[in-house]
T-cell receptor, first 111, second 112 residues
C-alpha cells in the first residue's frame, strides 16, 4: 500500500549487532503492527501499537523491541538476543473499519 | 495453539479450474475474516473479507464461503489463471484495534 513505507528493503546483520527496521505511514491511522514471516510458518505477530506511546507484545516478542513516539512511525529493533533473526519482516497499519494493509516488507539476513 | 488452521499447504490446478482453500478457527469471538494474496518478495494484499452474518461473498472471481456453525470458511477462485499463482493466507480477528491471526498459507500454482 502506498501509505506505508518500510526501509531498508534488504538488511544484513552481523552476530551480536542490533539493527532497526523502519516503518512509516502517512495515513494518520492509529494501529500499527509488526509481523515476521518464515517459510511455511505464515505471519507471526511480534509487537503492535494501538496508540502513540503504547504498545503490546505479540506472540514472538522475545529479542525484539519497538517504540511509538510518533503516530506515523513504528520502528522495530532486532536485538542481539534474537538468535534466529533471518526472516521477512512486515509492517502493517489498520485502515478504515477492519482493513489491515501491509507494507512491502524488509528482508533481514544474518551474516 | 494455532487459532486458525489452513489447508492445503500447497495446491496445483489447471488454468480455468476452481481451487478451494479452507480455513478453520477456534475462537468464536472472531468476527472478521479476510483473505490475503501474496506474491514473492511482496507484502500481502487484501483480497476479500467477510463477516459471520453472511454465508457467502463474491468479488470478481473470488468467493468466500462461511459456515459459522462449523467455524470454517473457504476461498474459491473461479476460472483460475496463471497470474493467480501466489500464496494465499486466511486470517481472523476480533473487531477493534486487535491484531490479525493468520493461517500458515497455501501456495497456489495455476498451470496453463
Amino acid at each position: 500500500d502506498g501509505g506505508i513505507t518500510q526501509s531498508p528493503k534488504y538488511l544484513f546483520r552481523k552476530e551480536g549487532q542490533n539493527v532497526t527496521l523502519s516503518c512509516e505511514q502517512n495515513l494518520n491511522h492509529d494501529a500499527m503492527y509488526w509481523y515476521r514471516q518464515d517459510p511455511g510458518q505464515g505471519l507471526r505477530l511480534i509487537y503492535y501499537s494501538q496508540i502513540v506511546n503504547d504498545f503490546q507484545k505479540g506472540d514472538i516478542a522475545e529479542g525484539y523491541s519497538v517504540s511509538r513516539e510518533k503516530k506515523e512511525s513504528f520502528p522495530l529493533t532486532v536485538t542481539s538476543a534474537q538468535k534466529n533473526p533471518t526472516a521477512f519482516y512486515l509492517c502493517a497499519i489498520q485502515g478504515p473499519g477492519n482493513t489491515i494493509y501491509f507494507g512491502e516488507g524488509s528482508w533481514l539476513t544474518v551474516v | 495453539q494455532q487459532q486458525v488452521k489452513q489447508s492445503p499447504q500447497s495446491l496445483i490446478v489447471q488454468k480455468g479450474g476452481i481451487p478451494i482453500i479452507n480455513c478453520a478457527y477456534e475462537n468464536t469471538a472472531f468476527d472478521y475474516f479476510p483473505w490475503y494474496q501474496q506474491f514473492p518478495g511482496k507484502g500481502p494484499a487484501l483480497l476479500i473479507a467477510i463477516r459471520p452474518d453472511v454465508s457467502e461473498k463474491k468479488e470478481g472471481r473470488f468467493t468466500i464461503s462461511f459456515n459459522k456453525s462449523a467455524k470454517q470458511f473457504s476461498l474459491h477462485i473461479m476460472d483460475s489463471q496463471p497470474g493467480d499463482s501466489a500464496t494465499y493466507f486466511c486470517a481472523a480477528r476480533i473487531s477493534g484495534n486487535t491484531p490479525l491471526v493468520f493461517g500458515k498459507g497455501t501456495r497456489l500454482s495455476v498451470i496453463a
